[in-house]
Nanobody, 129 residues
Framework: QVQLQESGGQLVQAGGSLRLSCSASGRTFSTYTMAWFRQAPGKEREFVAA?????????????HYAASVKGRFGISRDSAKNTVYLQMNSLKPEDTAVYYC?????????????????WGQGTQVSVSS
């Protein structure tokens, strides 16, 4: 399995932007499909975005987003740095949650949290109105 560590969460005003980072250990980072999930207080963990594992070149990307963030959030990965990013723009108070990075060894994009075998500790994002 791969070890994951998120960073970049903080308090931001509505309409602002943040970029979350997830650093992964291990040489096989490029073989994992990576995703971001989030969990708000009193709610279940929900899918945010995912990016398929790298295949032929570092520029190959196949991404998927939750409807609630599509057009505002962008997921990307840098295999040279073993890092996946979540760029969050036009933030809303309802984006407030703990954001988790997750890794899945399968070569498909899943939105189901139980399909992901590795998880980070999470980073808090708070959006004030």
């Amino acid at each position: 399995q791969v070890q994951l560590q998120e960073s970049g969460g903080q308090l931001v005003q509505a309409g602002g932007s943040l970029r979350l980072s997830c650093s992964a250990s291990g040489r096989t980072f490029s073989t994992y499909t990576m995703a971001w999930f989030r969990q708000a207080p009193g709610k279940e963990r929900e899918f945010v975005a995912a990016i398929r594992r790298s295949t032929t070149t570092q520029y190959y990307q196949n991404t998927h987003y939750a409807a609630s963030v599509k057009g505002r959030f962008g997921i990307s990965r840098d295999s040279a740095k073993n890092t996946v990013y979540l760029q969050m723009n036009s933030l809303k108070p309802e984006d407030t949650a703990v954001y988790y990075c997750a890794a899945d060894a399968a070569d498909t994009i899943s939105v189901v949290s139980s399909d992901f075998g590795s998880w980070g500790q999470g980073t808090q994002v708070s959006v004030s109105s």
